[in-house]
């Protein structure tokens, strides 16, 4: 019994002076971060609203080729909604209705005209564009992250398409009243601005440049001068969008 008793004292002891020397020789592994599956990006609402300036060459009658350059340009404003979804790498894209109405584009018809004076257009538009933006930092490197926080510049494009509505104040003295109409419009947007993220809200204030393709009174009929065209519309915007983000 005692010879058991020294063999099982004789196994400990070896196993407590080789613990240490086994200790010292295992390999010390890295600690591996846990992976972030998180895409880091995020759905948002946007609102917008914006003072306007209409621009465009001309008016043209195609039944008889009468072509009046358009001597005072309309002004108004617009107001929208949208939303959209960021990546989180500065890239962003959004879908946006707004109404746009602008007043004051005029053309003046003179003598032989039989119906000489001031013809000014009233516009309203209800525009729908799919955009595409790039949000960049201002500071050194020009890196942005959604949701990071801090001023940013951007820039963006879009397309789409404006269901326009035109009535024409006539001259008092014109013989016929020029008929109010509308149409489908091509659309398309240049935007440039500045913002400031501050996390589930970003604020920002930059230029839109609206551009509408054509714009008439249909369905007046076209082989009558009642009937007009104003091609290459461009209503150049201040406008001022907030966001907000879902998560």
Known sequence: MRRYFASAAAVGTALLLAGPVMGADMPEYPEIPEVDYDIGGSFYLRGSAALNWHWA?????????????????GYG?????GF????GTGLRFDGTIDSVETKGLKITKVAPDPDPGDYTLMLRSTVALANIY???????DF?????????????GAGAGVAWNHAEINSP????????????VSAAAAVMVGV???????????????LYINQINNAPTDPTTTSY???DNNWIHELRGTVRYRFN
Request: cysteine-free; aromatic content about 18%.
């Open 57 to 73: 060459p001309e008016v043209v009658h195609p039944a008889n080729a009468e072509i009046n350059e358009i001597v005072e340009y």
């Open 84 to 87: 959209g979804y960021e990546t």
């Open 228 to 230: 007009y065209e104003i």
């Open 143 to 155: 890196s942005y992250s959604s949701g990071a926080g801090g001023a940013f510049g951007y820039v």
């Open 172 to 183: 008092i003295n014109a013989d016929v009243p020029v008929p109010t109409g509308g149409n």
């Open 77 to 81: 404003y617009s107001w929208g909604a």
């Open 134 to 140: 790039y949000d960049f930092g201002l500071g050194g």
């Open 195 to 209: 913002g400031y993220d501050m996390g589930n809200w970003v604020a920002d204030v930059g230029y839109r440049g």
